[in-house]
Structure formats: C-alpha cells, structure tokens
C-alpha cells in the first residue's frame, strides 16, 4: 500500500505564494500519478491538479492553470504544488492523493488509492 503526508498549507495574504509537498511512501513503485484536490467548506472535493509519476504529463483544473505548477521529486517520492498569485477563493484543504492500481479519470476522486489527511491553505483579502 501507498500513503501519502501534505504539508506546507498556512495563512497568506491574497497575492502571495505557498508550495505544499506530499511525500510518499510505502509501494512508491506502483505509483503511477500524484494529485491535488481541495475541498473549501460545505463544498465537494474538487480536483485541482495531477502529474504522471514518469512522463511528467500534467493536468490542472481551469480555475488554477497559469497560476499553480505540480511538480515532482522522483527520488524523494515528494510531489509539490507550488501556488502563486493566490485569491481568497482558493481558500480550502488541499489534499494530495496516490494513484496506484486505479486509474480512471484523472479528475475523479475514485480514481485515486491513497489520501494525506490534508493541509489548510487560507487566503485573506
């Protein structure tokens, strides 16, 4: 099995930047995509990004691309998610999330095995 830990979520004014990693761990070998999801309160949990483990082929939610950049460390079994120019809207928990026997749409949740227990990111106007 796969699990997965966030961090670097915290307080920011509307404007700045904040990068979240999520480190993995356990059958890292079967991994084959990373992903980010938020989930703002009393709303589902939306997709925001993903990343192939090995081609590096990435997807982003519209309401994030040009904004925020998914990235990976092969060999610290580390995805980050560097977020810039951040709004009050994004204002949620991020959680990362493993693939590894799934698959599926790469914007499903159900696509997904594993799942960090989430960070808080709050932007402030």
């Known amino acids: 099995q796969v699990q997965v830990v966030e961090s670097g979520g915290g307080l920011v004014q509307a404007g700045a930047s904040l990068r979240l990693s999520c480190r993995a761990s356990?059958?890292?070998?079967?991994?084959?995509?990373m992903g980010w999801f938020r989930q703002a309160p009393g709303k589902e949990r939306d997709f925001v990004a993903r990343?192939?483990?090995?081609?590096?082929?990435?997807w982003y939610a519209d309401s994030v691309k040009g904004r925020f950049t998914i990235s990976t460390d092969n060999a610290k079994n580390t995805a980050y998610l560097q977020m810039n120019s951040l709004k009050p809207e994004d204002t949620a928990v991020y959680y990362c999330?493993?693939?590894?026997?799934?698959?599926?749409?790469?914007?499903?949740?159900?696509?997904?095995?594993?799942w960090g227990q989430g960070t808080q990111v709050t932007v402030s106007s």
């Open positions: 356990g059958r890292t070998s079967s991994i084959t995509a």
């Open positions: 990343i192939n483990w090995v081609s590096g082929t990435t």
């Open positions: 999330a493993a693939d590894a026997t799934r698959g599926g749409s790469v914007y499903a949740t159900s696509s997904y095995d594993a």
